[in-house]
Structure formats: structure tokens, C-alpha cells
């Protein structure tokens, strides 16, 4: 501090006058402070929330009147959590967006430091997506990669619109700050390969899934979980489906991940801490740091969920209320 906050510091008769000198000089006193810094447990502005395909694609089409992708980079909509002045983050660390093509449109090239992915909800031959040079088919319920710094680009050469969910952990880059962005100045890439989608590592089939999760153990409830192997490319979540036959129940105690999940096929019912909400095929819900949940499934379903879990774990952050914390 220079020699005039000495002097007005000298000049104070009194706390509030002190106060005064401390805001001046970007200081706050931490007994005076507005808010408090610490809380007994996880309290967050989040809230549970559910979006309906059919209303997003409905919307989606008839933005598509209007808004072509040459004016939208992407024709996305965001969904959102009405917490403080948020209109994109839908959990904490991740946000997720429907988005439409129509046919002959493409979303041109570009990339950025946070990572995507996305679930294919609806789409005919001729829809892809170029990732780094790989001509990658977008087929209805497929789950692609986009990590980190990655080009990429769609395409709809097909005959009618195609849908898909993005997920993407801009929200978490937008907290901790690294975020680079850039558009590929020749708009469109080179296709250099065309991978087997059962080969490559950033598809995840319908069918591989479908194969891999029936010779996962039942959980108490019925339903039957697996883990993707996306460390490798995107580690700040994991990718998790979740297979509930008719009648089966799933769930999970509080934990301080915050995860969307996206119904891929079936009918239920769920329960994020107080709300509940029927979803179908296409349909979001999300459920916020340190709140439990139950779904239950009214036919088959295959639900997906994106968490941030594998980040609060690698930096110790990462609690179950069914366990207690390890002891220092
Ligand atoms: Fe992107």
C-alpha cells in the first residue's frame, strides 16, 4: 500500500471509516466480508430440471425456417439452469444442447479447448461428422467424441433433418479459465480417413453398447450399468449407460458430481431430490451436486449419463453421502 493509504488509514476514527479504506484498496476485512466463504455441505442455486425432445425439435425446425447454419455456427439449443443470470450451463461443469441439420446444411469447421460429445437421436444415411480428418457416420444412437482441441465439423447429406444431443464441459473451462477457440480458415477439412465406427475410439454404437452392457452384473434394483472407456481422450467426465428393464429401479445417494442423463430408448419416471418427471426417448434430466435420485423404468430403457465425477475425484473433491469421508 502506497503513502496515501497509510495517511487515509491514519485518518480513520473508527471500523466503519477503516472499512471505507479497505474497499478502496480492493481489501475486504474477513469478519465483514458480505457472504460467507465456507458452509457445512454442498449448497448450490442448480436445480433439478427435464427437457422434452419432441418440444426441442419442434423448436428446432421452426428456427430452421429462419436460421440457416450458414448464420448459426450451430443450430443448438441450450438447456439451460435458472440459477443467477445463467442462460447456458446446465449443471454446474457441463452443459447440453439439442442441435439440428437439415439436409445439404453443414456446421463448418472449427475447434476448441473444451471437449464434446455427442448422442445421436435421429438421422439417415449421409449424416457425419468429420473429427480431425476422420469421416465419422452419425447413426441413430451412436455416441461420438470430440476431445480437446479436435477439429470438427457435420454434415447432412441425407433426406431429412437430423437430431442429437451435444454435451460439453464448457462450463468447467469457462470456471477454471483455459479456453481457446478457432474457426479452420478453409470452413471445410480434408477427409483423410474413413475409419470402421467398431474400430474407432471416439464411436461408441448403439449396438457395441447394447452387446457390452448385457454381460455387465445386475444391480440391486434390475438395471445393469457401463462405463465407457472416453478417459483416455475426454477426462474431465465419464460416460455412463444405464440399462433398466421394465420395472427396474436405479439410483444413487447425494454425491457432489453434477450429471445430465439422456434417455436413448424406453419410458419411466424419475426423482432428482424433490422433483419428479416422466421422460421418454430423446428426453434430458439433470441432477445437481448433492442430490439423490431414483429412475425407474416403465419398458426397457437405455439411458446415458455424463458426470463430473472423474474431475472432483482427481482433485480429492469427491464425496458420497453413503460413505464417509477417508481420514486424513
Ligand atoms: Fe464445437
Redesign the pocket.
Known sequence: MGRNVIADIKATRNLDDLYKVFADNHLTAGWHKKRPSLWREPRTGFQPLNWRYADAAMALDRAGEWMSTEDA??RNLLMFNPVDDNDYDTVRTIVSAYQMIRPGEY?RT???T?N?MRLILDSDPGVFTVVNGLKIPMRTGDFLL?PNWYW?SHYNEGERNAYWI?F?DVPLVHRLEPMF?EDLPAVHQTVTSIPDPDACPFVFTRKRVLAEIGSQPTLPGGARRLVLPTQQYIPTVSVTYLQAPKGAETGAARTTASRIFAVTSGNGRARVGSKSFEWTMGDVFCVPSWHDFEISASSEALILEVSDEPTLRLLGFFRDEAAPPAAP
Request: no cysteine; charged share 30%; glycine share 0%.
Open positions: 455456427e450451430r456446421a472449427h475447434r476448441h473444451a464434446a470430440t470438427h451435444d460439453l477457440a
